[in-house]
């Protein structure tokens, strides 16, 4: 399922930045935003909507700030997700507009086991939440209205990883009423793993044992952002997306550890079950260890829900890494690192520790046309350097191909066009291996990333009986390769920009500055 298009209906994979969340309206600071998106080559923003600003006084609305963030983005030739803040960010009521903080009795604050307010709206609120699906009804509308021929606006983020802080449910008098009627029939056939009992009858408590309370206050944030989220597609319907504030943190608490109530891991079959008006469940990716990483990832790469990333780190070498993951090994439709403007020194250039990410970006956008086609095929490999690894096999049906890591290669320089003797060139040098190898043909290969060399040799044949010349093809020249192009994809088009041949083909096929090398092997024997 490729699942973002243009205003053609074409596939496109959105990769880009989110802003910081109070740049929406400021000038400068999105100005900056966006030349941190195209430094890093991204072709996407994301950006807030605030309910405050959309709607000052209750049934008056003003988007002056969304028709400015649309036109910056068409200006710039990016995409744009917008993130509705109204009842949820983060689990607080930061942007809710001052009608419905200061009316409490109304627009009803949940409550904390000591009976205490939290700094939560209660998703069991009528009035806020039909005050809420109003306001995002008004917003797609104009969406509708203002963007539905230009498709400027790709997906609507529906608030922002909702749930209670520091409480896993409401325990005001009429929401434990509520909770003592039982569980509805939606999530009647649902199970969720480690609960500690097996399912029966009608009560939270033997349905879900010791997640009793976050199934509930996750039923009942599924119903509101269903209701919102509806009411939304009603007037425009396009990709409506929602993230979330992981699960797979500290002691794995709901309410401690994680907003309560939010669709974590373990509580997304109840949102799939009631808010069917979301088409997308996505979890914002702090996580550094790859372990734990690609745990999380697993669990929201689903056949109903490909896996969208709308929030990651800027910088880091772990976050640089997995993002290669996420593409070959879980068919990531779409990426963004939060706080665009962050990655930036006082004269707009980016920091050192953004770079890796960056360059990792640079190198999944220039094969984005093919991620799209072979999404799912197994053709895209991960090529990744772990710690310690100096090589890493990636096997096909007809080659084995080695890719060997700059920094853990003294032999590197053979066939490089890189000086390695220049100063200058040194991060270029001991960058951290990493790049997409993606299939496209029985004998034709493309290579994206940096700091890796990669070289093929045939595997035997099943049923051949001498495969030492095979095994030796490539340092006996009997394979070869037709080309070594260094180019770019214009849409779908590959374009040949510099040819390699000579010494620059003869060792191995090379990536330095995440650029991308169509690679076709001579298959003759």
Known sequence: MNFFKDALGRDVL?????????????????????????LYGGNLLEAPVYWYATEPEQGRFDF?????????CRAHGLMLILLWFAMSKNGHPNYAPEWVKRDPETYRIARGRDGAPVASLSPHCMATCDADAAAFKALMAHLKAYDGDARTVV?????????????????????????????????????IEGSGVVPSGRSWRTRFGRYAHEA?????????????????????????????????????????????GSAVSRMIDVYKAVARSIDLICPDMYVPDRARWRRVVSAYDRADNPLFIP???????????????????????????????GALDVNGA??????????????????????????????????????FMTE?????????ALARFMDGAPH????????????????????????????????????SGAGVKVDFIYRPDPLQEDSYPLIGSRQTGTLNYLSIEEGHFERDTWVADRYRCGDEGNMAVYVHRGETVRIRLNPYK
Request: hydrophobic share 40%; aromatic share 8%.
């Open 14 to 38: 959105p990769l880009g930045l989110q802003t910081h969340n109070s740049s929406t309206g400021v000038p400068e600071m999105l100005d900056r935003e966006i030349r941190a998106v195209e």
């Open 64 to 72: 002056a700030q969304v028709d400015d963030l649309i036109e910056r």
């Open 155 to 191: 997906a609507v983020q529906v608030e922002n990883e909702m749930g209670y802080a520091n409480t896993d449910m409401d325990y005001s008098d009429d929401v434990k009423a509520v909770y003592e009627k039982g569980v509805p029939d939606a999530l009647m056939d649902i199970e």
């Open 216 to 260: 509930f206050s996750a039923w009942a944030h599924a119903e509101y952002i269903e209701r919102v989220a509806a009411a939304g597609k009603a007037a425009y319907d396009m990709p409506l997306i929602m993230n979330v504030m992981l699960g797979e943190n500290g002691y794995e608490e709901s309410g401690y550890c994680y907003n309560g």
């Open 311 to 341: 929030e990651s780190p800027t910088g880091g070498v772990a976050a640089a890494m997995n993002m290669m993951e996420a593409f070959a090994d879980f068919g990531c439709i779409g990426l963004a690192c939060f706080g665009a403007a």
């Open 350 to 387: 980016l920091l050192p520790e953004a770079r890796e990410v960056a360059l990792s970006m640079k190198a999944v956008r220039g094969v984005a046309p093919l991620l799209l086609r072979y999404r799912g095929t197994g053709q895209v490999h991960a090529i990744v350097q772990q710690e």
């Open 392 to 400: 890493q096999l990636v096997e096909t049906e007809r080659y084995h």
């Open 412 to 447: 590197f320089g053979m066939g490089s066009y890189i000086n390695q003797h220049d100063p200058a060139n040194r991060d270029i040098l001991t960058a951290r291996g990493r790049a997409l190898l993606i299939q496209t043909g029985a004998d034709e290969f493309y290579l």
